[in-house]
T-cell receptor, first 113, second 112 residues
Framework: DTAVSQTPKYLVTQMGNDKSIKCEQN?????MYWYKQDSKKFLKIMFS???????INETVPNRFSPKSPDKAHLNLHINSLELGDSAVYFC????????????FGQGTRLTVV | SQQGEEDPQALSIQEGENATMNCSYK?????LQWYRQNSGRGLVHLIL?????REKHSGRLRVTLDTSKKSSSLLITASRAADTASYFC????????????FGSGTRLLVRP
């Protein structure tokens, strides 16, 4: 009965590879997000989708491509991985209303070697 | 640039003491939220305070908001070892699109 689940939890891969992280929420929310948390714990929003439509893209390199097949899923595909992509990636969801909280997944620790 | 700056960056206290964390932000907000992150886990929502509210309580948590100073504080009273975590403030910015912008976080260590 996990609210926001993302897989895999850990991902170790070589530079240049392409990888995907999946996210699903069963809360009935209409908005989903991807955040990146770096080694200093800064959390930065990458993308936001509302009802499968992109509403925020925070100057993320186009090697990162989110895909939302339906409003319960938001996957993140990363091409040509670089060392600097190593971080923890969090998926989150919420209702697109003011004064509403976000629910986060457990995170995916990506290590590029 | 980060919207929120928190201080202190790290805080170490004895169990039973109170912990106070501060957050400053830059732009107008709809609300400010506090989240907690245990090591290796996702963020968990603690409390939300609207821009027209000045203080809010939830259990051992007390949040204040001063929009004139663009600052907020989180007070955890009678801390417990289980409160050890990182605490983040997040602002819902007045904008055409909804997004939460997070501060840099305060790492709290509560010593038994």
């Amino acid at each position: 009965d996990t609210a926001v689940s993302q897989t895999p939890k850990y991902l170790v891969t070589q530079m240049g590879n392409d990888k995907s992280i999946k996210c699903e929420q069963n809360l009935g929310h209409d908005t989903m997000y991807w955040y990146k948390q770096d080694s200093k714990k800064f959390l930065k929003i990458m993308f936001s989708y509302n009802n499968k439509e992109l509403i925020i893209n925070e100057t993320v390199p186009n090697r990162f491509s989110p895909k939302s097949p339906d409003k319960a899923h938001l996957n993140l595909h990363i091409n040509s991985l670089e060392l600097g992509d190593s971080a923890v990636y969090f998926c989150a969801s919420s209702l697109l209303d003011q004064d509403t909280e976000a629910f986060f997944g457990q995170g995916t620790r990506l290590t590029v070697v | 640039s980060q919207q929120g700056e928190e201080d202190p960056q790290a805080l170490s206290i004895q169990e039973g003491e109170n912990a106070t964390m501060n957050c400053s932000y830059k732009t107008s907000i709809n609300n400010l939220q506090w989240y907690r992150q245990n090591s290796g886990r996702g963020l968990v929502h603690l409390i939300l305070i609207r821009s027209n509210e000045r203080e809010k309580h939830s259990g051992r948590l007390r949040v204040t908001l001063d929009t004139s100073k663009k600052s907020s504080s989180l007070l955890i009273t009678a801390s417990r070892a289980a409160d050890t975590a990182s605490y983040f403030c997040a602002t819902d910015v007045v904008d055409s699109s909804y997004k939460l912008i997070f501060g840099s976080g305060t790492r709290l260590l509560v010593r038994p």
